[in-house]
């Protein structure tokens, strides 16, 4: 088991991070393909044909061919700055569902939210009148972002993130710059689709969340698809580990006791074992306060 001290989960069980990398990656990879082929003078038409065309999300009538681009358009930015503003809210918002519910969680969740984005995208164009119409191509993150704030919301409404000893900002009001920003860029002002986006994306988080409050796993067979890969490739390895208590492993080590505050191992470990069998919810205020206080980076 690899105890991180500093508080922050190792690269293995750190979600966030990978999603961010990931996104990073597809940028790149993407805008590098266009400068290549702008710098080679190759054929205008053949980046938006090919690429354009077949990873950002068309609008209505050209979605029934493109199906797969429900899969795709979220891993893709139109500019750096849209990309670079969205991975801060990743981080915020799945940081703290990271925390809550587990690293296992975020990958189901952002890719869940990005569907049900591009679902409620494409059936706002369905309404009457003009109002409702959808861009050229979508491209971006924006609905699986929200889908992580608003399941972060669900799961710990009153959590405040510390940005210093005496400096508190409750995740309600960082909620709601993100969800003004999000508008804002929507353009809703001149084109309605956007915001089914948004909202798609929002009640798929808040969905998710429901669901595991419920006992359901709704990300479960992704990881059992490559839990099972890798078992063919590492079989001798992974029979050694017990998977119990590697979960139990990676949990605890998100958390560190702070004796100045009262806070020891043992604090940690009954409340853990309390959301092991009852769920977050059968937490008292004072066990939240405490898991909280125990994930915080400061001594």
């Not at 354009?52 to 199906?67: D, H, Q, V, Y």
């Not at 109002?131 to 979508?138: C, I, L, T």
């Not at 009153?158 to 940005?163: E, I, P, S, V």
């Not at 804002?184 to 409050?213: D, S, W």
Request: net charge positive.
């Amino acid at each position: 088991m690899i105890r991180n001290t500093s508080g922050i989960p190792a690269f293995s069980e750190n979600s966030v991070l990978k999603l961010i990398m990931a996104i990073g990656s597809c940028f790149v990879i993407f805008k590098g393909i266009w400068v290549v082929m702008m710098v080679a003078e190759a054929d205008p038409t053949i980046f938006p044909k090919y690429f354009t065309a077949n990873i950002l999300m068309p609008a209505l009538e050209g979605f029934p061919l493109k199906a797969w681009t429900l899969l795709t358009y979220g891993w893709v930015h139109d500019g750096f700055w849209v990309l670079f503003s969205n991975m801060i809210w990743l981080y915020a918002f799945g940081s703290l569902v990271q925390m809550l519910v587990g690293h296992r969680q975020l990958f189901p969740l952002f890719i869940y939210s990005l569907i049900a984005g591009g679902v409620f995208y494409q059936l706002a164009q369905l309404i009457p009148g003009n109002y409702f119409h959808g861009r050229e191509f979508m491209a971006g993150a924006q609905a699986g972002v929200v889908g992580l704030a608003v399941a972060a919301l669900t799961l710990a409404p009153d959590y405040k993130f510390y940005l210093g000893e005496n400096f508190r900002i409750p995740l309600v009001v960082v909620a709601v710059i993100f969800f003004a920003l999000q508008l804002m860029n929507a353009n809703i002002n001149y084109e309605g689709a956007p915001l089914f986006l948004l909202a798609g994306g929002a009640a798929m988080g808040f969905g998710y969340v429901k669901l595991l409050r419920s006992g359901y796993q709704p990300g479960k067979w992704i990881y059992d698809i490559i839990d099972n890969t890798n078992n063919k490739f590492e079989p001798d390895e992974r029979m050694r580990v017990n998977s119990g208590s590697s979960r139990r492993g990676k949990t605890i080590s998100m958390y560190n006791p702070k004796p100045k505050q009262g806070i020891t191992q043992r604090n940690i470990d009954e409340i853990l074992d309390k959301i092991n069998q009852s769920g977050y919810d059968s937490l008292s205020k004072e066990d939240k306060e405490t898991l909280m206080k125990a994930a915080d980076k400061k001594n």
